[in-house]
């Protein structure tokens, strides 16, 4: 073994020791999941013999270049949610599907309005938007929160992970120059029947082995206070749902409805960009849910207020996964994972799945790991002859939902939300994640030999 090889087996183990100290503190020493991370980022960083005086640098960068593009959609998607579930706009939108698939289907109705409500919104602004609506379906029909909440997360998540313009999968795309359009295409093809097997067909398997008391649990008490008012009808609920949606795809077509660099062109692409279309959505969801439904101005002020402190854990967990992401690079050991990789002769396809899994797994953001792992695959990706750009960006984001854990935001907010001990959150919302990978690597695959 040559001494580079060395070096990246090194660099391997320390990473590896890195992840497993990181999840022992969390879950073992308790100590708080931002302070883990950032321990665990200057500890792989001094190990792997990084400068000192880089090593804060280097983790503060990947704070910074994180948290630069996603704390205002966070923020944003957070106001629209909160207007969304003030307004009663999501009851609304929940109730008219489930009547339109009867009782009987309501695990398959969840998983729809996960993926629709997951569109313009990140998984958390997602979850915590339709927790109350889970907990009052459970309620209706008597079916268990599992049953109802785990085909709903299902599709949250493939959505955040595979179909574009969710800001986590656009940029996939971005790195890989990959077409939006025949991205989407191939996202739903391979995303539907996804959410299908990782949401209701799993549920009905793992639901009865999960029984939980729901006393006390904080989604009720929320959604117990909710002050009755006149609701927003469907069709209005699900356009301002759906706006920063359509705004995002006529950017994405922008360069097909006008010639590039005219006017109009900017123009597009500026309507287009996903902190515009959000804030329009923001915006918009004050009048069509806020006033028109009486609230006063002092009252939406105060709900956009008070919406921004329960996302300060998860914008900080995503800048520290970004920091620990960036620390992995800086070290080298990210480059360690591609050696690997391509010592073994794996297909580009299954390499970008393998290495955006690595970072899931380590630094829990799954848009860490979409980022990093693109990053790395697309400079020698996009010379190599019969590369299918788009089926990359998705195989990139299907390795980045692989097994949520202690170090991710959202495995915390199913357990508490649900009322879920570790262990049971792990036999339902990781196992669900993982099959969600697993299952769309395989239909990635199966499509990237057909085309």
Known sequence: MTAIDQHSLFLLIAALCSVIGLILLIAWVKLNPVISLLVASLSLALVAGMPME???????????????????????????????????????????IIDAFGERNVPWAMALLGILIGLPAFFEVGFVLLVPVAFTVAHRTKLSIVSVGLPMVAGLSVVHGLVPPHPAAIMAVTIFHADVGRTIMYALLIGIPTVAIAGPIYTRIIAPHIHLDYEGSLAVQLSAHKERRSRPGFLTSILTILLPVLMMLLGSAADVLSTPGSAANSALHFAGNDDFALLVGAIVSFIT?????????????????????????????????????????????????????????????LLAWLLAAGMRLAT????????????????????????????????????????????????????EYFNMSVGQTIKTWSVCETIISVTALCFTLCLWYAI
């Open 289 to 349: 849910l806020g006033t028109m439904r009486g609230f006063s101005r002092e009252t939406i002020l105060r709900f956009s207020n008070e919406c921004l402190a329960p996302t300060a854990t998860i914008t900080l967990l995503i800048g520290a996964g970004g920091g620990f992401g960036h620390v992995l690079h800086d070290t080298g050991a990210s480059d360690a994972m591609v050696k690997l990789a391509l010592n073994g002769h794996i297909p580009i396809v």
């Open 54 to 96: 880089k090593v804060i640098y280097s983790f503060e960068a990947g704070v910074g270049s994180i948290l630069g593009h996603i704390a205002i959609i966070v923020a944003l998607g957070t106001m629209l949610g909160k207007m969304m579930a003030e307004s009663g706009a999501a009851d609304t939108v929940a109730e008219t």
């Open 364 to 415: 829990g953001s799954s848009t860490v790991a979409m980022t990093t792992a693109a990053t790395i695959v697309a400079p020698f990706a996009l010379h190599l002859p019969h590369m299918h750009p788009e089926l990359l960006a998705i195989s990139t984001g299907a390795g980045a939902l692989i097994f949520s854990h202690v170090n991710d935001g959202g495995f915390w907010l199913v357990k």
